[in-house]
Nanobody, 124 residues
Framework: VQLVESGGGLVQPGGSLRLSCAAS????????MTWYRQAPGKERELVAV????????SYADSVKGRFTISRDNAKNTVYLQMNSLKSEDTAVYLC??????????????????WGQGTQVTVSS
């Protein structure tokens, strides 16, 4: 089983990035997928979550209107489009997978799998 994040990097404030999380080794379409982030000295924060078929999403208040989570079950990949980036978005971004019934987000469940993370730095 693997979750591999990519797409992080250095971007100026106001810029955009698209993160990807490629899954392998499990039935991706049966899992709700979540993006978290962790900044130095801060607790891990849930950023966005998407249901197994993609029909239900939820976001942290801090990213609503700026970030969009999506998934392509044919490619076993979940995405996080991040626009209007701010310095406070600087963090390691990680994805995880939770086995979950269709139409639900299951954020209360212990994640089944985690990725290693990708660094996002927003700085001028």
């Amino acid at each position: 089983v693997q979750l591999v994040e990519s797409g992080g990097g250095l971007v100026q404030p106001g810029g955009s990035l698209r993160l990807s999380c490629a899954a392998s080794g499990f039935t991706f379409s049966g899992y709700a997928m979540t993006w978290y982030r962790q900044a130095p000295g801060k607790e891990r924060e849930l950023v966005a979550v998407i249901s197994s078929a993609g029909g239900v999403t939820s976001y942290a208040d801090s990213v609503k209107g700026r970030f969009t989570i999506s998934r392509d079950n044919a490619k076993n990949t979940v995405y996080l489009q991040m626009n209007s980036l701010k310095s406070e978005d600087t963090a390691v971004y990680l994805c995880n997978a939770r086995s979950c019934s269709p139409g639900r987000l299951c954020v209360w469940k212990t994640p089944d799998y985690w990725g290693q993370g990708t660094q996002v730095t927003v700085s001028s």
